[in-house]
């Protein structure tokens, strides 16, 4: 079971119900052309239709209206590409046209948010709030995108700044105490010439899936969130600067395998082990954008930085002292593993 609530608000709603002639044409179908989808994946604005490569977009109507909060949810809206947990929290694997990746290994498929290449596999599962389109080209894109795009590339764009006083909220319950949330404002800031974007998401959840030795949860988030910034200004009419910035914390389970020994891939056995795993580090992005307008041409900058920190712990075996008194391999005593990645720091 699963309930959820959106609110959205804005300033500019007060005024339509203040004003009878505006809300009776309000209530008149509107029998225009719908607006046409506009993509950026070949790096220039052009229509959808017109773009020579196969490619799948999703606009912020398609998002809210199918319930995508995260990239899994994202793909599982697009032919021939798969997204996959790895054996961290963070750990991802995204196959797109059968090509893959192996355990910390550059991903076959760019990922760029906002025109900066995520190109760690921490950095593909994340959730998508507040989101105003994802495209999905396949087929090697090397040529715009560089290294890690032989399979194709996945660009995700998030929501501008507006010239006016808006908000959103969003809140869902489920199964196993999960809880998701994200809100946010967005508005000018002492002129329309500065505008600026604030937007946060949380989730937590007790878990689904039972540890028959342990009698806890093995997939359990104790919680998951970040807070995003974005300032945006206009100093001239021929340049535009964008700033962005978020931050993020997470702490949630590991990997929750089972040991089957009966060897039939059709038996389900409930997770067994001893040893407590869980993951838990957090996540910096700073980015610049700086375009400017040359009449013939436009000159784009774009700088980002990134630092990722993950700390992993999980039972090695899958099993306890109970059920395998011989221990790991018969050696006589419980194996763990552990991981420690403070060496996420990139530029670009």
Same mark, same amino acid.
């Given at each position: 079971?699963?309930?959820?609530?959106?609110?959205?608000? !804005?300033?500019? /709603? /007060?005024?339509?119900?203040?004003?009878?002639?505006? +809300?009776? =044409?309000?209530?008149?179908?509107? %029998?225009?052309?719908?607006? %046409?989808?506009?993509?950026? /994946?070949?790096?220039?604005?052009?229509?959808?239709?017109?773009?020579?490569?196969?490619?799948?977009?999703?606009? @912020?109507? !398609?998002?809210?209206?199918?319930?995508?909060?995260?990239?899994?949810?994202?793909?599982?809206?697009?032919?021939?590409?798969?997204?996959?947990?790895?054996?961290?929290?963070?750990?991802?694997?995204?196959?797109?046209?059968?090509?893959?990746?192996?355990?910390? @290994?550059?991903?076959?498929? +760019?990922?760029?948010?906002?025109?900066v290449p995520q190109t760690d596999q921490t950095q593909l599962g994340i959730d998508l709030f507040d989101i105003e389109r994802i495209e999905v080209v396949k087929g090697s894109q090397g040529a715009l995108y560089g290294?890690?795009?032989?399979?194709?590339?996945?660009?995700?764009?998030?929501?501008?700044?507006?010239? &006016?006083? %808006?908000?959103?909220?969003?809140?869902?319950?489920?199964?196993?105490?999960?809880? =998701?949330?994200?809100?946010?404002?967005?508005?000018?800031?002492?002129?329309?010439?500065?505008?600026?974007?604030?937007?946060?998401?949380?989730?937590?959840?007790?878990?689904?899936?039972?540890?028959?030795?342990?009698?806890?949860?093995?997939?359990?988030?104790?919680?998951?969130?970040?807070?995003?910034?974005?300032?945006?200004?206009?100093?001239?009419?021929?340049?535009?600067?964008?700033?962005?910035?978020?931050?993020?914390?997470?702490?949630?389970?590991?990997?929750?395998?089972? @040991?089957?020994?009966?060897?039939?891939?059709?038996?389900?056995?409930?997770?067994?082990?001893?040893?407590?795993?869980?993951?838990?580090?957090?996540?910096?992005?700073?980015?610049?954008?700086?375009?400017?307008?040359?009449?013939?041409?436009?000159? &784009?900058?774009?700088?980002?930085?990134?630092?990722?920190?993950?700390?992993?712990? @999980?039972?090695?075996?899958?099993?306890?002292?109970?059920?395998?008194?011989?221990?790991?391999?018969?050696?006589?005593? =419980?194996?763990?593993?552990?991981?420690?990645?403070?060496?996420?720091?990139?530029?670009?």
């Amino acid at each position: 079971m699963k309930l959820s609530l959106s609110v959205n608000l !804005t300033l500019g /709603a /007060a005024l339509l119900a203040s004003s009878p002639a505006l +809300a009776e =044409q309000s209530a008149v179908p509107d %029998e225009r052309v719908p607006e %046409e989808l506009v993509v950026t /994946a070949q790096v220039r604005r052009e229509r959808l239709q017109d773009v020579p490569i196969q490619m799948q977009a999703l606009s @912020a109507e !398609t998002i809210a209206n199918a319930g995508i909060k995260s990239t899994a949810d994202a793909l599982a809206q697009v032919s021939n590409v798969t997204f996959d947990r790895g054996n961290t929290f963070r750990t991802t694997y995204i196959t797109m046209r059968g090509l893959t990746q192996l355990n910390n @290994a550059d991903p076959p498929v +760019a990922f760029v948010i906002d025109g900066v290449p995520q190109t760690d596999q921490t950095q593909l599962g994340i959730d998508l709030f507040d989101i105003e389109r994802i495209e999905v080209v396949k087929g090697s894109q090397g040529a715009l995108y560089g290294r890690n795009a032989v399979g194709g590339a996945i660009n995700v764009v998030t929501k501008l700044p507006t010239d &006016t006083i %808006e908000g959103f909220g969003n809140i869902s319950y489920g199964n196993g105490d999960a809880l =998701q949330t994200s809100a946010g404002v967005s508005g000018p800031l002492l002129s329309k010439d500065v505008l600026f974007r604030v937007t946060g998401s949380y989730k937590r959840s007790d878990g689904l899936i039972d540890n028959s030795f342990r009698g806890d949860k093995s997939d359990f988030l104790d919680h998951d969130w970040t807070v995003r910034g974005r300032l945006r200004a206009t100093p001239t009419s021929a340049l535009t600067i964008d700033l962005r910035a978020d931050y993020g914390r997470f702490n949630g389970a590991s990997n929750n395998y089972s @040991a089957v020994l009966s060897g039939n891939p059709n038996d389900f056995v409930d997770p067994q082990f001893n040893l407590f795993g869980y993951a838990r580090g957090d996540s910096l992005n700073l980015t610049g954008k700086i375009d400017l307008d040359l009449d013939f041409a436009t000159l &784009t900058s774009i700088t980002g930085h990134t630092h990722l920190t993950q700390v992993n712990r @999980a039972d090695l075996d899958y099993r306890n002292p109970v059920d395998s008194p011989g221990g790991i391999f018969g050696a006589g005593f =419980q194996a763990g593993q552990g991981q420690v990645d403070l060496s996420g720091v990139r530029s670009v």
